[in-house]
């Protein structure tokens, strides 16, 4: 399928933005490409974009109004697969128009550049595990640096003004054995966006797999 | 006064001056830190240790630097460093470091649990000897503590006091874990 390499060429671009090599270089670049990390209360990059596995393109700035839930997330790391079911049930509980959930595949190691459809891996799994997230492909990083996020899962809430309002992990059960005690940080979240509240858990540290990246060489 | 040794004076002074300026830290002669060469496990050792205790060994290193590594048996890029990280920590013992793991199949389990048996026996299949904290306990204390980001896997060198002198989240190599402790050592005091 010749669309999906021009897609992956076309990622980068449709950032419409310089790209952000430098928040790993000295700190030294010139200012016009020093782009500063996205902070909790803070409107995030509207311009950001990145092409679905449904074949469109996914811009931030088309879902004003909505609560956007953004899990970087991969096929293979274990502890993002662990979260599956808790956000299918999450997609299903919230109408499209209210909240919406994107799922991005980051990873350089989950995107087979050499196939004809270099997403294959990713599709492959999503119909095995039923993901009903928004899969999107974010080739090259370039989205996962702007977000500087760290692991898989790693969780981003915008409200319905795209202001970054959570970022963190999916919930404070990583052992998956505090039941009814455990802090639901994503669930919460929604629920308080929608309802016009202040969230309460804004920032909790992620836990997970290392986002593979691309070698970058130049800083 | 021999103009020659008063020029050769005011260069020192000068010298001095420099270092000075910059901190201690214009010392190119300054010999590493390290310390008598300790032994390496000669076979897979594992305990299983709560927050506490992990907290508590951790502030009090053996040796001027402790090198440790977060792994866990589901995490792939872990598990294919830790080969790498083995060889490390036989060189680096050699130069007085102390080595440690810690895998987090307790605290960060993934599907079925994974216990001190099944982690012996992952290590004993890859033929892979080292040394093993079960860390059973918070994973933000430990990552507080580790100052690490949360994303496995992650090596940090620590002072004796269990201070991280240097930190590296994601996989490395031979060259890549050396080079980190050389890092640590350039932070050392």
């Not at chain 1, 966006?193 to 202040?198: Q, V």
């Not at chain 2, 102390?98 to 982690?119: H, I, K, N, Q, R």
């Not at chain 2, 992650?154 to 994601?170: E, M, N």
Request: charged fraction near 25%; proline fraction near 6%; charge should be neutral.
């Amino acid at each position: 399928m010749r669309t999906s390499s021009l897609l992956i060429a076309a990622a980068a671009l449709l950032i419409g933005a310089p790209t952000t090599w430098s928040q790993t270089a000295s700190g030294k670049a010139s200012s016009a490409q020093v782009q500063k990390p996205f902070e909790i209360g803070k409107p995030v990059d509207a311009r950001i974009a990145l092409p679905g596995l449904d074949g469109k393109t996914h811009r931030l700035a088309d879902l004003r109004g909505k609560v956007v839930v953004i899990d970087f997330w991969s096929i293979n790391c274990p502890v993002s697969q662990r979260y599956e079911d808790k956000l299918k049930k999450l997609v299903a509980k919230y109408p499209a128009k209210d909240v919406v959930f994107l799922a991005i595949a980051s990873n350089r190691t989950e995107i087979d550049t050499a196939a004809e459809d270099p997403y294959h891996q990713i599709r492959k799994y999503v119909k095995k595990q039923g993901v009903t997230m928004n899969v999107l492909v974010d080739a090259g990083n370039v989205v996962a640096d702007r977000f500087e996020a760290q692991t898989t899962p790693h969780v981003f809430i915008l409200d319905q003004k795209l202001n970054l309002a959570y970022e963190g992990s999916v919930d404070n059960d990583q052992r998956g054995q505090l039941g009814d005690e455990a802090i639901d940080f994503v669930g919460d979240a929604i629920e308080a966006l929608l309802a016009g509240k202040p969230v309460e858990h804004k920032k909790t540290r992620p836990f997970g797999c290392s986002i593979k990246r691309i070698k970058k060489t130049n800083g | 006064m021999h103009p020659l040794s008063k020029g050769a004076r005011r260069g020192l002074l000068a010298g001095l001056l420099i270092a000075t300026a910059t901190g201690c830290g214009n010392q190119p002669e300054r010999r590493p830190e390290t310390g008598p060469a300790r032994e390496y496990p000669a076979a897979i050792e594992i305990e299983t240790l709560d927050g506490e205790a992990t907290a508590a060994r951790l502030a009090e290193r053996p040796a001027p630097t402790t090198i440790v590594n977060l792994w866990a048996t589901w995490c792939p890029p872990c598990v294919a460093e830790l080969p790498d990280f083995e060889r490390a920590g036989r060189l680096l013992a050699a130069r007085g470091v102390d080595v440690l793991t810690l895998s987090m199949d307790v605290s960060l389990p993934s599907g079925e649990p994974v216990d001190a048996d099944g982690v012996r026996r992952f290590l004993t299949d890859r033929q892979l000897v080292l040394p093993v904290w079960l860390y059973d306990g918070d994973l933000n204390d430990l990552a507080d503590r580790l100052s690490w980001g949360g994303a496995l896997p992650y090596t940090a060198i620590l002072d004796q006091s269990g201070r991280v002198l240097a930190g590296h989240q994601g996989a490395m190599d031979l060259d890549g874990f050396l080079a980190l402790h050389e890092e640590a050592l350039t932070k050392k005091r």
